[in-house]
């Protein structure tokens, strides 16, 4: 009877490891990647929609040189 409820144990232990080790895969090279690269480009979307509506960084109060100056 011991042996019985000791196969049944290890039977079990390996469905449970197998279902986690399944369930790493997926999060591993499945979910993770889509999320980082949404994340990544969600991101680049933001700075694209900014850059739009309030113009490139940079100087933007630049005044001409008067004429014949050094500058």
Not at 37 to 54: C, E, K, L, N, R
């Amino acid at each position: 009877m011991n042996d019985t409820r000791t196969l049944a144990e290890k039977a079990s232990f390996r469905q449970r490891r197998r279902r986690e080790l399944l369930t790493f895969v997926v999060l591993a090279f499945g979910i993770w990647p889509v999320v980082a690269v949404g994340t990544v480009a969600s991101y680049g979307f933001m700075v694209w929609a900014y850059q739009i509506v309030y113009g490139p960084p940079g100087p933007h109060d630049i005044t001409p040189a008067r004429p014949n100056s050094a500058e």
